[in-house]
């Protein structure tokens, strides 16, 4: 089933897209601080949609029972945990705003920040970028990585990725709808939605600590998902083996050359054991390094071929606005 067979006849004005991986403790305090935020917002026709990624504990229930008076509630469950990638895919396909932010639901995007998107929004950007000036609560390590990470992510990508800001944003339809259009099965989130461009404007926050429960990224699906950044938004690694293997050749040409130079001159027939056992691990290494670049394209070539759904939607839930007063109602 996809997201989209459930899709209401009407359009709303903000879909807001919360992917959901394991966060009973903090679903309630995110949507009590999120419902807040959308009272201010009236008449603002909204939607919530969240993306239960196949969390193992009782995000489901919790998500479900949820409601509000501002805005619908809209409740996917993926089949199984699909990445938090898939899930905002899942997101933007079921989404029907003009204009649609992506939230994490542990707080650590404030929803405070939402009327000042819908500001720059309204003054005629199509995406608003929000970048983290501090990191709160996070390691060191995390942050310099991070911050490394995006540098380098900026010199290698084909097209221009916005440092420092994560998946954090404010997307136009008509910029969803160009995303929706792509149909790569590798989902770098932060390289597809800078992708199409438009008018796009970037706000600065503060980044706070998590409210409660555990980051759902390990150091090596970080490393992962920064390889599948690069891989996926940029041909230069497969460049630099070609430039690699230039440059190795034209050494070994050269030294080569004051190798036969220096036999003819002096003899020295046996010497070099040392030199040799350098240059054979090095060769090894640069060509092991190229045929791991290859592969990290084979296999991205790989899935694309496969061509298979990025999720599977297994249950569904809708509660209008309407529905919640009745249910306001009933219960006092
Ligand atoms: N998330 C998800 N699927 C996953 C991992 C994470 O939907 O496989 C969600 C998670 O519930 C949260 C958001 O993605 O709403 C960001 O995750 P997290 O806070 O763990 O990442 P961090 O802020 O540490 O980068
Ligand atoms: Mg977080």
Not at 178 to 183: F, G, P, R
Not at 196 to 201: D, H, Y
Not at 242 to 249: E, H, I, K
């Amino acid at each position: 089933m996809s997201v989209t067979s459930g899709l209401r006849q009407h359009q709303v004005d903000l879909s807001i897209i919360v992917p959901v991986y394991n966060e009973q403790e903090v679903l309630g305090i995110f949507h009590q601080a999120l419902d807040s935020v959308l009272a201010k917002l009236k008449p603002l026709a909204v939607e919530v949609i969240y993306i239960n990624d196949g969390s193992q504990d009782h995000s489901w229930s919790v998500m479900s029972g949820l409601f509000s008076r501002e805005a619908d509630i809209r409740c996917f469950n993926l089949s199984r945990n699909f990445g938090k990638e898939a899930a905002m895919t899942a997101g933007l396909d079921a989404s029907t705003g003009q204009a649609v932010i992506l939230l994490d639901a542990d707080l650590q995007d404030p929803p405070e920040l939402i009327p000042e998107m819908l500001s720059a929004w309204r003054e005629g950007y199509d995406v608003v970028n929000m970048k983290r000036t501090e990191r709160h609560g996070e390691s060191r390590f995390k942050v310099f990585s991070a911050h490394c990470y995006y540098r380098l992510l900026f010199a290698m990508s084909d097209s221009p990725i916005e440092k420092d800001v994560g998946d954090f944003r404010l997307l136009s339809r008509r910029v969803v709808d160009e995303i929706k259009a792509l149909t790569e099965r590798s989902r770098y989130m932060k390289g597809i939605m800078s992708w199409p461009g438009f008018q796009q404007t970037t706000l600065t926050f503060e980044r706070p600590e998590r409210i409660a429960g555990e980051t759902k990224w390990s150091f090596l699906q970080l490393v992962r998902l920064g390889l599948a950044g690069i891989t996926s938004f940029s041909v230069k690694p497969l460049k630099l083996a070609t430039w690699a293997g230039a440059f190795v050749s034209g050494a070994a040409f050269l030294f080569g050359l004051w190798i036969m130079v220096k036999t003819l001159l002096v003899g020295d027939p046996v010497s070099g054991y040392p030199s040799l056992m350098l240059v054979q691990l090095f060769l090894g290494g640069v060509q092991l390094l190229a045929i791991g670049i290859l592969g990290e394209y084979i296999g991205r070539i790989f899935t694309e071929t496969k061509g298979r759904p990025l999720y599977i939607v297994m249950d569904e839930e809708t509660t209008a606005i309407a529905s919640n007063v009745v249910r306001a109602q009933r219960h006092g």
